[in-house]
Each structure stands twice: as structure tokens, then as C-alpha cells.
């Protein structure tokens, strides 16, 4: 099991409430999601309907000039009165969240791929009792849930919701930074990298993002007057074409998949974690994935 570590109350400020789906207080943008959180644990508060946020995101083993990006954009991004949205992970999240809350009194929110009473990684006990004091730690779990590998792709439809936008600082070829990118042109959002990483450079020369290098960018991108990514109507020929068709047509699980194209289950495994990375299509509850809607 991960490391973990449950802090006493003392430590991280408020006390965690429940707020339901269709209840007041619910985040309206987490009702674009098809398959919306049926109940929300929050220690602090959740983002305000209505203000503009940005989900900032990127690679955990992160170079010291991604995490110094990170942590100016969205310091600067908070000065501007724009909520930072990020998963409290190590690397680039944290620089994120550490950023924003050095703008006076500008709040940050961290989704979590756990319970918010558990603390993960557990270095961070006192980054999170400041964005709860600020802003707000959020998570679909129930309380004491511990953190498991298939929870943090699960949570990151949750931070490409809650943005307006999504920015990728510095990824690697294969990141979860590119599942949040891939979830947020699902939900017709903006998607931003920073060039210089393989993957947020991958993003950019394949047209899944617009390029920016500052706040100021990033702002352009909101108001609709940044550059617009052209996306891609096709994947390229191969396995992962041959999945995408066959999930069109249907098929959904990966045992089906393997029976429809006619390959051994762990070939289609690795395909299907290939496209979810590529941005091609992304899992959902019951072991079952959907194509991601091109075009946005």
C-alpha cells in the first residue's frame, strides 16, 4: 500500500462536508461530466460558480525550471483573480498550488485521488492545510480511502472539469498530465502547454493545444483570442485506430475489444493505455472506455 498519513485536525483547518449531486453549493461545471461525482467531500470550500479558474498540471518528477513555470504562472494567474485547480501531487502540482497561494488571499483547490482526510504524498501535510485554509481540498472518496493507482486517473475528470482551461507545464512522452489534457478537449476546454517537454511538445505538434508561455497568454486563451489548437479527425493507422473504430461500433471492455479486433488481451491493455495517454479516448467506471469526441 502507498505511504500515507491521516493528520489530526489541528493540522489541516476546517472540518470535511458532504455536499451531494443536485445539492446547493454542487460545482455546476462538474455537472458537464457524464459520469458527475454522486457526493463530494470538501475540507474548506469548493470553487465559486461563476469566477474563472484554470486547472495547472504536469509531471510529478518534474525538472526545477518546469516546477519555477509552474509556480510564476499560477502565482501570477491568482493576481489576476483566476482560481488555480490542481491534484496536490509532488512536481508540478504542488509548485502550482504553492504559487497561487503566494497572491494575497487568493484561493487554490487540490483534487485528490484518496480520502481528503488522508494525506498524500504525506510530505505535503502542510501545503494542504493551507489550501484548505484558502481554498479547498475535494475528492469523489469517502473518507479513510486510501490513495490506489486507477483513483488518480478517475480524479483528473474532476480537475479538467473544474477549469476553464487546462495548462500542461512539463510532461513526459507517457503522463497523467495527458489524460487531464485529453479529458479537458472531451469537455470542449482549452487546452495550453508550455513547449519544452516531450509532452506537452507531443501536444503542440500534434494540434491538441495552443502554445503559451505567461499569464498573459493564458488570459488571451480565456477570452477566446489565443490561438485555437486544430485537434485531429483520425488517429493514426494501427492498433489504436482499430480500437477507436471498434469502440465506435460498440464494443466497450477491453475483453470485448480483444475478441473484436482479433489481438491477445495484453496487447490490447498496452494499445489502450497508449491511446488514453494519446488523448484518443479515456476509461470510465466498469472497466469500459469511450472515444473522446475530436474537433474542440
Known amino acids: 500500500m502507498l505511504p500515507v498519513r491521516r493528520p489530526p485536525d489541528s493540522e489541516t483547518g476546517p472540518a ?22 454522486a457526493v463530494l467531500w470538501v ?8 469566477g474563472r479558474a484554470v486547472a495547472v498540471v504536469g509531471a510529478r518528477a518534474a525538472s526545477g525550471a518546469g516546477c519555477a513555470r509552474a509556480r510564476v504562472l499560477a502565482r501570477e494567474l491568482a493576481q489576476k483573480g483566476v482560481v488555480v485547480i490542481s491534484g496536490g501531487a509532488f512536481g508540478i502540482d504542488a509548485a502550482a498550488h504553492e504559487g497561487a497561494l503566494e497572491a494575497a488571499a487568493a484561493p487554490t483547490f487540490a483534487v485528490f485521488g484518496c480520502g481528503v482526510d488522508v494525506t498524500y504524498p504525506d510530505r505535503h501535510v502542510r501545503l494542504f ?52 489534457a485529453a479529458l479537458a478537449r472531451s469537455l470542449g476546454r482549452p487546452v ?13 505538434q500534434r494540434g491538441q493545444a495552443s502554445p503559451i508561455t505567461s499569464a498573459a497568454d493564458v488570459e488571451e486563451a480565456l477570452a477566446g483570442r ?9 488517429p493514426p493507422a494501427g492498433t489504436v485506430a482499430s480500437l477507436v473504430a471498434a ?10 475489444l480483444s475478441r473484436k479486433i482479433g489481438l ?20 470510465i467506471p466498469g472497466n469500459q472506455y469511450e472515444v473522446i469526441r475530436r474537433g474542440c
Open 16 to 37: 470535511v462536508e458532504e455536499i451531494a449531486l443536485g445539492e446547493s453549493g454542487y460545482p455546476s461545471r462538474l455537472l458537464l461530466l457524464s459520469d458527475a461525482p
Open 43 to 50: 475540507r474548506g470550500c469548493v470553487p465559486a460558480d461563476g
Open 129 to 180: 492545510a493551507r489550501i484548505a485554509a484558502k481554498g479547498g481540498l475535494l475528492s469523489e472518496y469517502p473518507l479513510g480511502t486510501p490513495p490506489r493507482a486507477g483513483q488518480f486517473p478517475a480524479r483528473n475528470r474532476i480537475i479538467a472539469a473544474l477549469g476553464d482551461a487546462v495548462v500542461v507545464v512539463e510532461a513526459a512522452h507517457r503522463s497523467g498530465a495527458l489524460i487531464t
Open 192 to 204: 495550453l502547454a508550455v513547449p519544452g517537454s516531450n509532452g506537452t511538445d507531443r501536444l503542440l
Open 226 to 234: 489565443g490561438p485555437v489548437s486544430s485537434g485531429e479527425a483520425e
Open 247 to 256: 469502440l465506435r461500433e460498440g464494443a466497450a471492455t477491453p475483453a470485448v
Open 264 to 283: 491477445p488481451l495484453p496487447a490490447v491493455m498496452a494499445a489502450l493505455v497508449e491511446a488514453e495517454l494519446d488523448g484518443w479516448l479515456f476509461r
